[in-house]
């Protein structure tokens, strides 16, 4: 069965260095997200994908976040200046057109 | 507008048992509710969706009943097993392509 992949499966960072999490959606999928998930927290959105461009952003995806699909099969997600308070884990998510949206099983992010 | 309400915050059952999670919205403008299970250190899976259209959808042991006019929907899992002893959010969304709103989640124990 298809599934998103997500790696590193763990970062550790220094609070003000750049990170980039990397995701591999299912392949046929259309649109891809970002979400969010502080410890004990619930799971918030970040930020959809759709054709090459931003759709739709949470107040939380600041001018410190981008996303990018460098090629056909990666989509990433970058935070610039990491900050304590971006530790989180945080989880890509595919759909293909229609309301399931696919989890990959998170990066989790340390910022010390 | 946007938020999902979620109760209780925690549930302890024993096997067997019915636990039952509500969920409220007030955003009329969702049409897709689904339910995700989430176990520690796992992204979340779904689990179980409804639309507004039906008011109550079995898969398995889980069922949804849904109440359009209440803007209420809930998660019941008949003979629980420890082996549900995760996390459950229930969540909204708009339209197929949009992101997800995630209530603030339960945490399920089912007892042996």
């Known amino acids: 069965e298809p599934e998103v992949t997500q790696t590193p499966s763990h970062q550790v960072t220094q609070m003000g260095q750049e990170v980039i999490l990397r995701c591999v959606p299912i392949?046929?999928?259309?649109?891809f997200y970002w979400y969010r998930q502080i410890l004990g927290q619930k799971v918030e959105f970040l930020v959809s994908?759709?054709?090459?461009?931003?759709?739709?952003k949470s107040e939380i995806f600041d001018d410190q976040f981008s996303v990018e699909r460098p090629d056909g099969s990666n989509f990433t997600l970058k935070i610039r200046s990491t900050k304590l308070e971006d530790s989180a884990m945080y989880f890509c998510?595919?759909?293909?057109?229609?309301?399931?949206?696919?989890f990959g099983p998170g990066t989790r992010l340390t910022v010390l | 507008q946007q938020q999902v309400k979620q109760s209780p915050q925690s549930l302890i059952v024993q096997k067997g048992g019915i636990p039952i999670i509500n969920c409220a919205y007030e955003?009329?403008?969702?049409?897709?509710f689904p339910w995700y299970q989430q176990f520690p250190g796992k992204g979340p899976a779904l689990l179980i969706a409804?639309?507004?259209?039906?008011s109550e959808k079995k898969e398995g042991r889980f069922t949804i009943s849904f109440n359009k006019s209440a803007k209420q929907f809930s998660l019941h899992i008949m003979d629980s097993q420890p082996g549900d002893s995760a996390t459950y959010f229930c969540?909204?969304?708009?339209?197929?392509?949009?992101?997800?709103?995630f209530g603030p989640g339960t945490r399920l124990s089912v007892l042996p």
């Open positions: 409804i639309r507004p259209d039906v």
């Open positions: 969540a909204a969304m708009r339209s197929a392509g949009q992101n997800f709103v």
């Open positions: 955003n009329t403008a969702f049409d897709y």
């Open positions: 994908f759709y054709n090459n461009e931003i759709s739709e």
């Open positions: 392949s046929n999928h259309l649109y």
């Open positions: 998510a595919s759909n293909g057109g229609y309301n399931e949206q696919f």
